[in-house]
């Protein structure tokens, strides 16, 4: 347990290498824990910077509170489904995968997280439209042309841009800043999958 407990730490720190992602559950944990970090700071960060010395303030008031919570729930389902997107372009781009496995896995990957999550920010209705965003990008993915840079990634900037509470006028004069900020975020997300996912090894629990 303390091992255990030693090894997180030395992980999260960058001391040891990442273990490679071999199954669906680790897949799924990785994805979930991925989508969180993203979601949570590339919107906390630019509402942050836009509110400046009353950002604490915003804590304090509740309507606000509601809306920062909605906003980060829809960028973290958008997070989901351009990660899982993205592991099924790179199997595909490897050869290791045929569209038609890319896509289930995909699937497969924004159904068992966003499925039934437990939380009470939102309706849990909204969770199904996230399912049926992600599966529909799913059914019409180009995998070939979404392995590389930012391509599987535009979802989850989208959302940010859509839902983070700051007023519609300047969202507009920031968009090419955030959209920016939240790709800078998936770059080493997308770097480390590239070195630690393990096709075959996924592909024999679909």
Do not use: C
Request: charged share 25%.
């Amino acid at each position: 347990m303390v091992f255990n407990s030693i090894r997180k730490v030395q992980r999260y720190l960058g001391l040891v290498p990442p273990e490679p992602l071999t199954s669906l559950d680790q897949l799924k944990e990785y994805t979930e824990k991925q989508a969180a970090f993203v979601s949570q700071v590339t919107l906390y960060t630019y509402i942050k910077t836009r509110a400046g010395t009353q950002y604490p303030k915003l804590f304090e008031n509740e309507t606000y509170l509601v809306s920062m919570k909605m906003a980060r729930w829809h960028i973290f389902g958008a997070a989901v489904a351009d990660l899982a997107i993205f592991y099924g372009a790179l199997m595909v781009s490897r050869n290791a995968a045929t569209p038609e496995q890319a896509k289930s896995l995909a699937e497969r990957i924004i159904t068992a997280i966003l499925s039934d999550y437990d939380q009470d920010d939102i309706d849990p209705g909204e969770f199904d439209g996230m399912i049926d965003r992600g599966r529909a990008r799913s059914e019409v993915a180009a995998w070939a042309d979404l392995a590389e840079g930012a391509n599987a990634f535009q979802s989850s900037a989208d959302a940010l841009i859509r839902w983070a509470p700051i007023a519609d006028e300047l969202k507009k004069q920031d968009e090419e800043i955030v959209r920016n900020s939240i790709h800078m975020r998936w770059i080493g997300i997308r770097r480390e999958i590239k070195e630690i996912l393990v096709p075959e090894a996924i592909l024999t629990g679909l």
